[in-house]
């Protein structure tokens, strides 16, 4: 005997996203930092969820790093691979946040339309672009993995800002200078955007 209201063709879902936010008492939602490398963005984004977290909240970080070592570990750095890369890191943050959670992501993500995309995806109101406005000079400087240094030498083809192109936002919902502002500081504005977004209370 077939069970007539047993079919996971055709039944949707009843739990939704506000069924979601209201046991978790937050609102999901996409924190895209975007910037060159060594502008700051995997050091804000771990201690931006690192403080959510203390204050009893559920964050989450992707940054490049991670994701490369799984879901996008078969992608090289191609221009058409990057696209695909930031493709699909759009897609499962946009999950994430429907879910209810904090997505802090963490990539240089250097192409506007892939940014735009990864934001309609999410969907607009939920989607928050971090955009760390730091000189390639001071990047340069810091350099704490000798990326710049090896991409000068011609060791790494492709590398944003010296052999690949960085375009800019022209309207993120935050611009920080991580050579003239403090971690604490870049960490509150972001959480004070939160809060007045109605994101966390």
Known sequence: MVHRDI????????????DRERVLGQSGCVVWLTGLSA????????????????????????????????????????????????????????????????????????????????????????????????????????DPKQLYRKARAGLIPEFTGISSPYEPPGAAEIVLDTSAKSLSTCVDTIKEFLKNHGFIP
Do not use: W
């Open 39 to 142: 502008s700051g963005k995997t050091t804000i984004a771990n201690s931006l969820e690192r403080q959510l977290t203390d204050e009893g909240f559920i964050a989450y970080v992707l940054d490049g790093d991670t994701v490369r070592k799984g879901l996008c570990k078969d992608l090289g750095f191609s221009e058409e691979a990057r696209h695909e890369n930031i493709r699909r890191v759009g897609e499962v943050s946009a999950l994430m946040a429907d879910a209810g959670i904090m997505v802090i992501v963490a990539f240089i993500s250097p192409y506007k339309q892939d940014r735009d995309r990864a934001r309609e995806t999410a969907g607009n109101g939920r989607f928050i672009e971090v955009y760390l406005n730091v000189s390639l000079e001071v990047c340069e400087q810091r």
């Open 7 to 18: 079919d996971s063709d055709t039944t949707p879902g009843n739990v939704n996203r506000d």
